[in-house]
Structures are given as C-alpha cells and as structure tokens.
C-alpha cells in the first residue's frame, strides 16, 4: 500500500457524553489528526458536533422513503398495542427496519463523497450498531483500503460467558461479519485477546488484524468541579463506568464492608464511589448502602469531563469486569485511568487484556468473587496511601507509550 496521508472516517457518534465507546472512537480520530493524517469524518451522531482542525460531516436521517416508514409504522403499532415486533421482523430479515435505514443514510451521504480520495478508509462503531461497517460492504471499490475497527465480539452470542444472550436474526449478523472479515483489507482491535478471540471465529481476522489500542489524549480540566459529593483528601475508590448485569459490585462491597470493620479508623477518612448507571444492581447496591459509611452511589450518566475529573483526583481507579474465564476487552476508559496516574484494583480472569497490559507481577489483581482478596488489596493500597500518597501512583510510562499518538502512527505507516 503506497504512504497513508488521506483517510476517511465513517462512525457513529463522535458524542462523548453518549457512550464509552464514542470516547474511545473521538481519541483515536483525534489522535490520528494530531499524527499529522489529513481526515475527513462522516458520523452519524444526528446532531452537528464538529471536532478541532478537521471536517466533519453529520449524515441526516433519511426520511420519506419506504424503510423508513416501515420503521415509523412498526415503531407506532408497538406504541399502540405494546408488542414489540422487533424479535420477530430481526428474526426473519437479521436487523430492524432502523439499521436499515441508518445505514441506508450512511451509505446516501459517503456515496456523495467525490473530491476526497482516501488512502484508507476506518469504520468505527459502538455497542453493538456496526452500521458504518454495514455500510462500507456497499463501496466495493473502497474495500481494498478499508480498515474494519472491531471494538467489541460480534455478534452477541460470540460473547464469552457469563454473557449469553442470542440475538434474532444471528445467522445473518454471522453472515454480515464474515462479509466484513472477507472484504476489509485490514481489521483492527483494541486488544490483542479480542483480535484472537474473534479470529477463532472468522480466521481471516487473524491475517489482517492489527491492534490499535484505545488511546491516550490529554483533556483540559481547568474549569471541571468536583461533585459535592467528592471528599477531597480521603481515600477515595472509584468506580466510573456501567454496571452492567455481569459485572457484579457486590464482592467489592462486600470487601469494602469487611475492611472498614477490620479498620474503623478509616471509616472517616475514605469513601467508595460507584459512578455510571447501574439499574440491574440497584437493590443491591442501595442495601449496602444504607449499611457502609462512605459508599455513594450515583445511578445515572455523568459528563465525561465530571468522570476525568474524579478518576484524576481518586486514590485507586477500580476496572470491574465479569466473572469469567477470559476478558478479551480493553475497557474504554483504560486509558484515562493511566493519563490519571493512579493505582488501578483490577478485578477480573486471570486471562484479561487488562491485566495481559498491567503485567503477571502488577500487585492489585484479584478475581471479581474474590472478596477476601480485594479486601486485602484495599487494605494494602489504604496503609500505603496513610504512609505516603505518591506510592499509590500508577507510574506506567510504558503503558503512555503503548497507548500515544506516536504508536498509532507507527501502526498505520506499517499497513
């Protein structure tokens, strides 16, 4: 492939209030500016959102035409009656009349795309949408350029457990990624056990796939306020980020609970924040509560600049994942933990991209049943933190480096 300068960029959303992995997707864009590549950015954040030194195109929603409406109708019986046809329409087409008309939008706004002639073109999604990879099978031309950034396993039930959930339609979705993983000259990971995992399922990952990490990118947090709910000075855990079902709190709870009896005199001088929407655990979380002095619990999204703010002025960064035999993900918010600098309580498999970065010898590790474990660690990393704050510090310019901009460029300029 001749020298990368131009690339084109379809994605979601470059919101970074709506997801993790909107953040994750603006710091690899942003990144790759800064590199010095010379971008263009379609997204379909359906609002105008533009990012520094670079054009960006918002794609509008088409409307008035067949699938469209098909959507709108299905959208108003369920209303109506409340029958979600959903299930049903995805179990016999493989998605919902929506997908089809976002990623027919997609494709209508970059087939309008003529004065630009990308070197390479990167699709980058969240959750589980992959439109804008949906979208690019329709640009054959592009496919030998095409870069297929694959954030997270696809389809749902290629979910390591305990996630076991099988989406209608799963065939085709089968159908839709082996398409990606034939036609896209490249694919790309942020993690090394994801880039193997999703190969044991569609091998030709394996011979295309890089591992472009989500990357470090410094905010401006001069004119953030702490919550009032921050005790400044205490020893503060934190944990920022969804709660979903298979990540489980009580454990570190449960741990929390047990090291403030074992040491009363920390009762007024730490704290255990849980930040980010937590509905599945609520109940639980809200006992707790009501018993451990300290914990607080904020059920809702909270402005990415608020969380930065919080991770950078915590005494431990908490990354809680499933209970599980292997973790191939790299949590989005990997990277703000190591800009933070903290110590980081890993809580997850011993098989984990996490702990494959942190290291076999890194000291704060434990399963996330372990609750006698984390105990201990919070112990230890609470008497170091009355001895002397600093020790506590991450430290891990290795991890800067492996996450920068000057690796991703390195990355690219090797395709």
Not at 160 to 168: D, E, L, M
Not at 327 to 343: D, E, G, M, Q
């Amino acid at each position: 492939m001749k020298n990368i300068s131009k690339i084109l960029i379809v994605v979601d959303s470059i919101n970074v209030n709506d997801s993790s992995g909107s953040k994750a997707n603006v710091a690899l864009i942003t990144n790759l500016n800064q590199a010095g590549f010379q971008l263009k950015v379609y997204h379909y954040t359906q609002k105008e959102i533009h990012l520094a030194d670079m054009k960006c195109i918002s794609i509008l929603e088409k409307k008035g035409n067949g699938i469209y409406l098909l959507s709108r109708l299905q959208r108003l019986f369920s209303r109506w009656t409340g029958i979600n046809l959903n299930p049903f329409l995805e179990g016999f087409f493989g998605f919902s009349f929506t997908f089809f008309n976002d990623t027919y939008s997609v494709v209508k706004a970059v087939r309008k795309e003529v004065n630009f002639e990308p070197d390479l073109v990167i699709t980058l999604s969240k959750g589980s949408s992959f439109r804008p990879h949906y979208a690019l099978l329709k640009f054959p031309q592009w496919h030998s350029k095409w870069m297929a950034y694959i954030h997270d396993p696809y389809p749902f039930h290629y979910y390591p457990r305990p996630y076991n959930w099988i989406q209608p339609g799963y065939k085709q979705k089968e159908n839709f990624f082996l398409a990606v993983s034939n036609k896209a000259k490249y694919s790309a990971f942020p993690s090394l056990l994801l880039k193997e995992w999703m190969g044991s399922y569609f091998p030709d990952f394996l011979k295309t796939g890089v591992v472009i990490p989500h990357q470090l990118m410094e905010y401006a947090l001069s004119d953030s306020k702490l919550p009032a709910y921050f005790k400044e000075g205490a020893f503060t855990i934190l944990h920022a980020g969804t709660l979903m079902k298979q990540r489980n709190p009580k454990f570190l709870l449960d741990a929390y609970q047990s090291f403030l009896k074992r040491n009363p005199e920390a009762i007024k001088d730490t704290q255990l924040l849980l930040i980010g929407r937590g509905n599945y655990h609520k109940a639980t979380i809200k006992q707790y509560e009501s018993r451990i002095s300290g914990l607080t619990f904020i059920n809702q999204n909270v402005p990415f600049k608020e969380v930065l703010g919080l991770q950078n002025q915590a005494s431990v960064n908490v990354i809680l994942e499933s209970k599980s035999e292997i973790s191939p993900f790299l949590p989005a918010k990997f990277p703000h933990c190591v800009i933070a600098n903290k110590a980081i309580l890993l809580l997850g498999p011993y098989y984990s991209e996490s702990k494959r970065l942190l290291g076999n010898d890194y000291p704060y590790w434990a399963e996330a049943d372990d609750s006698i474990g984390i105990e201990k660690l919070i112990t230890d990393m609470y008497l170091l933190w009355k001895e002397k704050r600093s020790r506590l510090e991450l430290n891990r310019d290795d991890l800067k480096d492996y996450l920068s901009m000057g690796q991703l460029k390195k990355s690219i300029e090797k395709l």
